[in-house]
């Protein structure tokens, strides 16, 4: 499914042939089988006047295949869908219980399969997962530290690829820390894992790339940016993509340009803690939609979830709260976080469109850590207590529904009643 799906132009004051007809719609994904017109018997033209003229032979056109992808059911004939999640934020408690689950399976080292096994349904009903590697990593046998500067496990990224997903954005505040030795590792890691990335390069030449993901329906470009940097400076200024729209808004006509159907924006920005997103959040998601090239916005870095906003038809989502994070003494909202899940629907102009929006809240529990989904439909069972799963919920409800998404249609994902 490689090339870019649009609806070819097929009327014209030239009668095609039925053969060029159904090769045609069959290649554009239209949501509607069409049958090529079947040559009239009525005229006489250079036949004896009296005798029949034997009807034309007519090959029917193919009926498209559907392409519904996972998760809903397909509205059009053509669908795809997206999952992204917060910053995967490792501190020193989670490589510990990851060491004591890969003591208890009898591995060496350190297993995170554990910490987010509890991830994997929800991105199984997705054709496409994307992560955030929030920071850099360090050698598998460490030494390893958490903040202020980070310098982590590699084993949360083969980790995360266990689990299902297949690429991860890799600029943050964080992704200097390092300076570039962890800038390398990390990406290196990631190639060794399997998993796609963008948002910090290796060369000037990467840099200029665009990531563009395969589904079996569409093709989907990731741009990223990150507010800043902690302070700090790169080693070029090439290596770390920073938010700006002017910039995001050139890559994505970029990719546009290469092919892709679905262009996401992903922002690294907002206010710690927040429970609604800030000046800059909101001017640079309002940017990227009014630009006409981004087909949905979302964003992480707060530590906390944010509200899920529907503007002039497109979703940006604000804030995915923590993908995986210790507990925080301090900050309940640290603790949880959203899980989105975007289907996209491919009209008959051939514009791709979100016709789902689902979200599921989250949270992280110790004794063992994990994270764990606080949905309605409670598939993991009672995560902390009832009564605190219960608060959870609200809490992230009440949040993401702070400027319409219910009204506009976005709702809990519950996993166990699909099909």
């Known amino acids: 499914m490689g090339k870019k799906f649009g609806v070819a132009a097929v009327r014209t004051g030239v009668a095609l042939s039925a053969a060029i007809l159904a090769a045609a719609l069959a290649g554009c994904g239209l949501v509607a089988e069409q049958n090529a017109p079947t040559t009239s018997a009525g005229s006489n033209a250079g036949s004896s006047a009296g005798q029949p003229v034997p009807s034309a032979s007519v090959t029917p056109s193919p009926t498209p295949t559907p392409t519904p992808g996972a998760g809903p059911a397909c509205p059009s004939l053509r669908c795809t869908s997206v999952l992204v999640t917060g910053d995967m934020l490792i501190h020193t408690q989670l490589w510990q219980q990851a060491r004591e689950d890969a003591a208890a399976a009898g591995k060496p080292g350190l297993d995170f399969v554990p910490l987010l096994e509890g991830q994997r349904k929800y991105i199984q009903a997705s054709d496409l997962a994307i992560c955030h590697q929030e920071t850099p990593v360090a050698g598998p046998d460490g030494p390893f530290s958490a903040?202020?500067?980070?310098?982590?496990?590699?084993?949360?990224?083969?980790?995360?690829?266990?689990?299902?997903?297949q690429a991860c954005t890799t600029a943050s505040n964080h992704t200097i820390d390092r300076s570039t030795d962890g800038l390398l590792r990390t990406l290196d890691a990631l190639d060794a894992a399997g998993l796609k990335h963008t948002g910090s390069y290796r060369t000037e030449a990467e840099s200029q790339g665009i990531l563009v993901l395969q589904t079996k329906a569409a093709k989907i470009a990731i741009?990223?940016?990150?507010?800043?940097?902690?302070?700090?400076?790169?080693?070029?200024?090439?290596?770390?993509?920073?938010?700006?729209?002017?910039?995001?808004?050139?890559?994505?006509?970029?990719?546009?340009?290469?092919?892709?159907?679905?262009?996401?924006?992903?922002?690294?920005?907002?206010d710690e803690y927040a429970s609604a997103a800030n000046a800059q959040q909101q001017e640079v998601a309002h940017a990227l939609v009014d630009s006409g090239q981004f087909t949905l916005v979302y964003g992480h870095h707060t530590h906390s979830v944010l509200p899920i906003e529907n503007y002039k038809g497109t979703w940006i989502v604000y804030g995915l709260g923590n993908g995986v994070t210790e507990l925080s003494p301090w900050y309940v909202v640290n603790n949880e976080g959203l899980l989105v899940r975007a289907q996209f629907s491919q009209d008959a102009t051939g514009k791709w469109a979100a016709s789902d929006l689902a979200w599921v809240p989250s949270v992280i529990v110790d004794g063992p850590y994990r994270w764990c989904s606080v949905a309605s439909d409670a598939p993991q069972g009672t995560c902390a207590t009832p009564e605190a799963d219960a608060a959870t919920r609200l809490r992230t409800a009440t949040v993401v529904d702070s400027m319409g998404a219910a009204a506009a249609g976005a709702h809990e994902l519950l996993i166990t009643q699909e099909r």
Do not use: C
Request: proline share 9%; no cysteine; glycine share 10%.
């Open 147 to 165: 903040y202020p500067s980070f310098n982590v496990p590699p084993q949360i990224i083969a980790a995360s690829k266990d689990v299902g997903y």
């Open 223 to 270: 741009i990223q940016g990150t507010y800043g940097l902690n302070g700090q400076y790169p080693e070029y200024p090439w290596q770390v993509d920073m938010l700006d729209a002017p910039t995001m808004i050139a890559k994505a006509e970029k990719a546009r340009a290469l092919g892709a159907d679905i262009v996401l924006g992903a922002m690294h920005a907002g």
